[in-house]
């Protein structure tokens, strides 16, 4: 009797569930204008909508925020990531705690929500969900730790024809069968090409750490359709650019930013990571292929179209950290389809889409040799010629903050004794000053475009890192080193010797004994490149710390990972900065328009829809002590 009963209530509650979507959906716009993470499919960040303009937008407020409810009382506030999508006026957005939510566009009302953790402390971020659809068969498809699963869009019910039960195990797949003995997750959401999810996923940095194949499943039955190697196999092209047997131990080398899809070409396009271990490679000799490669893969088999590889062997943590973006250049008349891709180091590099050809030129340059044992740093790195750097690269004596006659001496005396010769100084016994850190320049916010103007928007931290490597004897075997701390690092096979391995201390932002940035501002900015000409339309300072600002001088910039968004209204909208403000500015003239202090930190790429007829910014907001859970905020013109 008591089983009736609950089946009776919980068709009641699917039945309640099923009305107020099928509501919401009738009565709210069919606006799909920002329906994938990043507003489309090519990653741009830009939306055609333009009932907010530069005339009206300081008439901006709070339409609805809507409380998230799943970390406990008294948890660590969560740190939301997520850009949400909206599809056929529902908002769909995950936590800070890797739920999933349907939200009513328009009003803010919650209409389902789904625990993936079952009330557990989650582990991972998570930075948005990707919705598919095949008639009326309508999904969403999201990730908790080394999960993909596949949800009812209307219901937020698990979708049994799914993998196992709903989910599939992305261990499963990867080059080792032991499954308990790693660790894989996905950051990003995935992209959809027909019939297929295309992911990535995110890798521990450490040694021993698997290697970050990329992956296609049918949205239908969670199939594996296609995997692409991203560290070569023997036979494979790029085996060459490894030591013979690093595909069997070396990590990484994985697509933890994102991914953009050219469906009309059938092609995708992947961002990819360094190679682990990060701060030394002298068990992977050689250029290490795809590692920190723009990619292009046939869509439909996964099959390699054409690369290129931002940096040789990377020793730096230099990961692409964005999707490409795919962009459509208009040139003297002409459209260029193209890729722009950003990076940590502050560069822009440039292709023709269906090529790979660079629309710039490109230049090997040398750079500093490594000194530590076994290690053979790549001669030459790359260098854009245009666009110039978008971030810092070099730093002198001369660069050094002074907040105090102390800490000035203090930051001195520590930049001499460390090594540094400029960008792509490698990790050294001595110690290492990295500029731009390991956080960029660029991060996964990503960049925006302006179809309209050709205008090429990207937000840059420069902070820079202090990278610290202790050589030691060995005393623990392999399996012990990978338990410890993402810093430990085994025995290679080349040159430090049987007896030796190398221990890193791993990496820090670079401070002053105050806690003082060492490096006077800006610490943030926001650039707008022309990329017609690779010239630059104005740079200005993207936040500010008012307690470390000048008198009289401009805003100190911040560190933010959240990448503008570009409206045809004529506006840009960002959030991420550590002062817990989402600003608007004129996209033509860097102008700031209007600003408005959060409840806390949105390190969250926002995102632009209509619903019932308004045009709204929504975003996500981390959580506080008092709610550690977060809010989704959204925001909308007032009445005259």
Not at 144 to 150: R, S
Not at 382 to 391: C, D, E, G, I, L
Not at 415 to 420: A, K
Not at 423 to 450: C, H, I, M, N
Request: with cysteine; hydrophobic share 35%; net charge neutral.
């Amino acid at each position: 009797m008591q089983n009736k009963k609950t089946q009776k209530l919980e068709i009641l509650v699917f039945l309640t569930t099923l009305f107020i979507f099928n509501s919401s959906y009738a009565q709210l716009s069919t606006d799909r204008s920002w329906s994938v993470y990043k507003a489309n499919e090519g990653s741009t960040n830009y939306s055609p909508l333009s009932q907010i303009t530069p005339a009206n937008v300081s008439r901006l407020q709070p339409a609805w925020t809507l409380t998230l409810k799943d970390k406990k009382s008294g948890a660590e506030p969560g740190k939301s990531e997520c850009n949400p999508i909206i599809v056929d006026g529902i908002l769909y957005a995950s936590s800070a705690n890797q739920g999933a939510y349907a939200v009513d566009a328009a009003t803010g009302k919650q209409i389902w929500s789904f625990d993936p953790l079952n009330g557990e402390e989650g582990r991972e971020v998570n930075r948005g969900l990707t919705y598919w659809e095949n008639g009326d068969d309508k999904r969403i498809l999201m990730s908790a730790d080394n999960y993909l699963i596949a949800l009812d869009a209307r219901t937020g019910k698990l979708i049994p024809g799914f993998g196992n039960r709903g989910k599939v195990d992305l261990k499963v797949g990867l080059r080792d069968k032991n499954l308990d003995a790693f660790y894989v997750s996905l950051t990003s959401p995935g992209g959809i090409y027909k019939n297929l999810i295309i992911l990535g996923c995110r890798v521990p940095d450490t040694y021993g750490s698997q290697p970050g194949f990329i992956r296609a499943y049918d949205c239908e039955t969670g199939k594996l359709i296609w995997t692409f190697h991203t560290i070569p196999y023997p036979g494979e092209p790029g085996y060459e650019t490894w030591s013979p047997e690093a595909y069997k131990k070396v990590g990484g080398v994985n697509d933890w930013a994102g991914l953009s899809i050219d469906s009309k070409r059938g092609m995708v396009f992947l961002a990819l990571g360094s190679p682990s271990y990060d701060f030394y490679g002298a068990d992977r000799s050689g250029a290490n292929l795809y590692g920190n490669c723009v990619v292009a893969l046939d869509a439909a088999t996964g099959k390699h179209i054409w690369h290129f590889q931002t940096v040789h062997h990377d020793l730096w943590d230099y990961d692409l950290p964005a999707p490409p973006a795919l962009i459509t250049i208009t040139k003297e008349g002409k459209q260029v389809d193209a890729v722009a891709q950003i990076t940590k180091q502050g560069f822009v590099f440039v292709f023709n889409r269906e090529t790979g050809i660079p629309l710039f030129p490109i230049e090997e340059r040398k750079v500093p040799a490594s000194r530590m044992p076994g290690e053979v740093a790549s001669p030459t790195q790359p260098f854009p010629v245009k666009p110039k750097p978008f971030a810092r690269q070099f730093v002198t004596e001369a660069d050094l903050s002074n907040y105090s006659p102390a800490d000035h001496e203090a930051l001195v005396k520590q930049f001499r004794s460390m090594r540094y010769e400029g960008l792509y100084s490698p990790p050294d016994l001595k110690g290492t000053v990295q500029l731009p850190g390991t956080r960029g320049g660029a991060e996964w916010g990503g960049a925006a475009f302006d179809p309209a103007t050709n205008l090429f928007y990207i937000k840059s931290t420069e902070a820079p890192d202090l990278i610290t490597i202790k050589k030691g004897k060995k005393n623990a075997s392999v399996e012990e080193a990978q338990k410890k701390a993402a810093s430990q690092f085994a025995p290679d096979d080349r040159g430090a010797g049987a007896n030796e391995y190398v221990n890193s201390t791993g990496y820090k932002t670079w401070k002053d004994p105050s806690g003082n940035p060492a490096i006077t501002p800006p610490w943030g900015t926001l650039s707008a490149i022309n990329m017609a000409t690779g010239d630059y339309a104005w740079q200005l300072p993207l936040g500010n710390d008012g307690a470390r600002q000048v008198n009289g001088a401009a805003e100190t910039g911040q560190e933010g990972k959240a990448g503008p968004i570009v409206t045809a209204g004529g506006l840009i909208f960002i959030s991420g900065t550590e002062d817990n403000q989402l600003r608007a500015f004129d996209k033509l003239s860097g102008k700031l328009l209007w600003q408005t202090t959060l409840p806390a930190l949105a390190n969250a790429t926002a995102s632009t829809y209509m619903a019932g007829g308004k045009q709204y910014v929504a975003l996500s907001v981390a959580g506080t002590k008092e709610n550690p859970s977060g809010a989704i905020m959204a925001f909308t013109l007032s009445l005259k």
